[in-house]
């Protein structure tokens, strides 16, 4: 995915979808939120990804929206 805030890795059959945004404790804005929606709707539509692992960048997982 062509996107700094949200990053996609394909390890064989699980896809590591991480929030980069480690300045704002990986809070989620608008232009996050799309791009974690198109993040998700291609590993569904991707029928050789079973697992989907949601983390965050820099020591922090998620402070939630801004």
């Known amino acids: 995915m062509a996107?700094?805030?949200?990053?996609?890795?394909?390890r064989d059959a699980v896809s590591v979808i991480a929030i980069n945004r480690p300045q704002v404790r990986n809070a989620v804005d608008r232009q996050t939120a799309g791009q974690l929606a198109a993040a998700f709707?291609?590993?569904?539509?991707?029928?050789?990804?079973?697992v989907a692992v949601l983390t965050g960048l820099g020591?922090?997982?998620?402070?939630?929206?801004d």
């Open 3 to 10: 996107s700094d805030t949200v990053l996609v890795e394909r």
């Open 41 to 50: 709707r291609s590993f569904e539509a991707d029928e050789s990804q079973y």
């Open 59 to 65: 020591g922090c997982f998620c402070a939630g929206a």
